[in-house]
């Protein structure tokens, strides 16, 4: 099963802009690339999904599978799955989530999964991301910013992952804030602090373009070395 998990140091770093990235270019070259967000909270899209990320992946992958496989847990409040579950009085099966994400697998070539928030977003009371990660056996990729505290936020998400025997195969720094780290530092120093790869250094984009962003991403990075 060949599947490539896409998390990030926090909310907000560029997940979906990195996993929409990679799913173009996936489809571009001509595989075929199924998208899961296990797990959204947030302001409920009016039409077509219900999360706003799921509608970007699926628009790059260009597939059409169904909500409840893609999304099996949205919840319209912008917390943690483990918080909101708390408040509406769901139970969150991670079977289910895990049921999903084979079933995707059989139908397509490779699945890429988007986190939510960071490694350690609560999901149950002793499960968070990091384990979902563990559960799925997926590929990782730590999506970074160039922001201040950048160092720190990615030196305990590579720790915890090391931890937890996770195979990351590597990070992306994102420089949607321009005023942050000077990248070439960063990617010097990240590289030796967490004894892995900067795969790609992506630009800040005044007006952010999904086939512009892909393309940084793919003459970076040789995407096929990240999925197996
Ligand atoms: N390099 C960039 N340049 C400019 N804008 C960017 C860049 N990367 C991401 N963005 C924008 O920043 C916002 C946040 O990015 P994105 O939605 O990918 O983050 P995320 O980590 O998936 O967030 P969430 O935790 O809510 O899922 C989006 O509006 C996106 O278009
Ligand atoms: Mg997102």
Same mark, same amino acid.
């Given at each position: 099963m060949k599947s490539l998990f896409v998390t990030a140091t *926090?909310? *907000?770093?560029?997940k979906t802009s990195v996993c929409a990235g990679i799913a173009h270019s996936l489809k571009k070259s001509g595989i075929d690339v199924g998208i899961m967000k296990p797990f959204a909270c947030g302001v409920k899209q009016k039409t077509g999904f219900s999360s706003k990320d799921l509608s970007i992946l699926s628009n790059a992958a260009n597939v059409c599978d169904p909500e409840e496989f893609v999304n099996p847990f949205f919840f319209?409040?912008?917390?943690s799955p483990y918080t909101a579950a708390k408040n509406l009085g769901v139970k969150i099966d991670i079977k289910h989530v895990t049921k999903c994400f084979r079933k995707l697998n059989k139908i397509h070539d490779i699945i890429l999964v988007e986190g939510i928030g960071g490694i350690m977003t609560p999901i149950l009371k002793d499960y968070a991301i990091i384990d979902l990660i563990k559960d799925l056996n997926a590929n990782t990729i730590i999506v970074t910013s160039s922001k201040m505290g950048t160092m720190n936020h990615t030196i305990m998400t590579c720790n915890m992952c090391k931890n937890m025997k996770i195979p990351v195969k590597g990070l992306i720094i994102n420089n949607f804030d321009s005023t942050g780290y000077p990248i070439s530092e960063l990617e010097r120093d990240l590289s030796v602090l967490t004894n892995l790869p900067v795969l790609c250094s992506l630009p800040h984009l005044t007006k952010f373009n999904l086939a512009d962003f892909s393309e940084m991403i793919t003459s970076q990075v040789d995407i096929s070395t990240l999925i197996n």
């Open positions: *926090d909310t *907000d770093i560029g319209p409040i912008p917390t």
